[in-house]
């Protein structure tokens, strides 16, 4: 079988749009398809330690040096874009991850979710006009009073923020610390968590200009329309 080779960079939620594009194009090919997954302070950990592997799909494990001689891909392809398409069916969590999703939503029960992109991300999003603020999310929270509140963020003082405001309806994975020097606060463990938890949220507001919040708005869709 012939071989599409890709090497996606960026963090996580960029490596997974580029990734399924190309696999359903690599699919409709019937070509295998190559990924060099490099782990690097984007993205810290690696796609087999997290989900199940899927046919037609070999991950090359790369240290964040190493050098494909490949073209770097941080776009998915136009004609199999996921806002375009849902691409993720294949996306599937590994036992003990699926189990730790299933735990918190069955703890929760009703609940509405957020997530707020912040750190990194924040300077980008105000450039191309996107920028979600606090208040956007606490007027979203106050339309409903009656759900507990999951929030998914990368960022602690953003955290502590809205666990201040809104006390014990707040639930989080875990309480974030801030590592000297590092912007992002969540590890992939976490970040892979609250994309799922909060794709089984009743209402869901994530960030504008956020690859995460639009993979979080498709499971979300996915799982509503089946």
């Known amino acids: 079988m012939d071989i599409i ?31 060099f997954w490099h782990i690097t302070k984007n993205c810290v950990g690696y796609f087999e330690d997290y989900f199940e592997k899927i046919n037609d799909i070999e991950f090359i494990k790369c240290d964040e040096y190493y050098d494909t001689k490949l073209p770097e891909i941080c776009e998915p392809l ?21 189990n730790k999703v299933n735990d918190i939503v069955n703890k929760l029960g009703k609940f509405i979710a957020i997530h707020v992109r912040r ?19 606490c007027n979203f929270i106050n339309e409903h009073n009656d759900y507990k509140i ?14 201040n405001l809104y006390g014990n309806r707040i639930f989080f994975y875990k309480k974030l610390n801030r590592p000297k020097f590092i912007k992002r606060h969540t590890d992939l463990e976490h970040t892979i968590i609250d994309i799922f938890v909060c794709s089984r949220s009743v209402y869901f507001k994530g960030s504008g200009w956020s690859s995460m919040s639009d993979i979080i708005y498709q499971l979300k869709e996915n799982l509503n329309n089946n």
């Open 5 to 35: 080779k890709i090497n996606p960079i960026n963090g996580l939620c960029n490596y997974l749009r580029v990734i399924f594009s190309y696999y359903h194009y690599a699919k409709i090919q019937k070509k295998k398809l190559q990924v």
């Open 78 to 98: 136009n004609d199999y874009r996921p806002e375009k398409m849902f691409v993720y069916q294949e996306l599937k969590l590994l036992p003990f991850m699926q």
């Open 119 to 137: 750190t990194d991300h924040t300077s980008v999003a105000i450039l191309e006009n996107n920028f979600t603020t606090d208040d956007d999310f």
């Open 150 to 163: 999951y929030i998914a963020t990368d960022n602690k003082d953003t955290q502590n923020f809205f666990i």
